[in-house]
């Protein structure tokens, strides 16, 4: 589960295919690699109620112990509705709930970020960003944007194997 480079997909389709090859990647620059998909995570909606009822979730453990291992990450996430899926978002709540700390998987954690979405892709993007820097996260300054006119290029995910191994390297 320790993997130098956690790549988390946020749908079972492109994204999932498009987190594969961000892992192919980091392989390829002598990495070891996961992928996490979100969406075989059995996690319930956030729900404040839910916490008080019923505490927090196993599954969120597990999603913990797997961010807590890997040293960055890469998020392959589509846009919905034109921002970040619920599924992304739900989790995050989780995770924020279960400590005192609610930045503490994210502050500091060099993360890349892409998307392969039927839209256009840069509003999900942005919106992401502006939610990681705010749990502390070391954004690389490049990202992707993909869909099916625009499919990701090789030496794109490459670049930003490249850059998120530097920015990792930075923060040591």
Not at 44 to 49: S, V
Not at 62 to 67: C, D, P, R, T
Request: net charge negative; proline share 5%.
């Amino acid at each position: 589960m320790a993997a130098d480079v956690l790549v988390i997909s946020v749908s079972a389709g492109e994204n999932l295919r498009l987190a594969e090859r961000f892992a192919a990647a980091a392989r390829g620059h002598d990495l070891s690699a996961e992928v996490l998909s979100l969406t075989g995570l059995s996690l319930p909606l956030f729900n404040p109620l839910t916490l008080a009822e019923s505490g927090i979730p196993a599954g969120v453990a597990e999603l913990n112990a797997w961010l807590d291992a890997s040293p960055r990450w890469v998020i392959c996430t589509p846009e919905y509705n034109g921002s970040i899926p619920p599924l992304f978002t739900s989790a995050v709540a989780w995770l924020s709930v279960q400590g005192d700390d609610f930045r503490r998987l994210f502050n500091h954690r060099p993360i890349a970020i892409a998307t392969h979405s039927g839209g256009g892709g840069y509003t999900v993007l942005t919106a992401l960003r502006l939610q990681l820097a705010h749990l502390g996260a070391n954004l690389v300054g490049r990202q992707l944007v993909s869909n099916r006119f625009n499919p990701a290029k090789d030496d794109s995910i490459d670049d930003l194997v490249v850059r998120l191994q530097r920015l990792a390297a930075i923060n040591h």
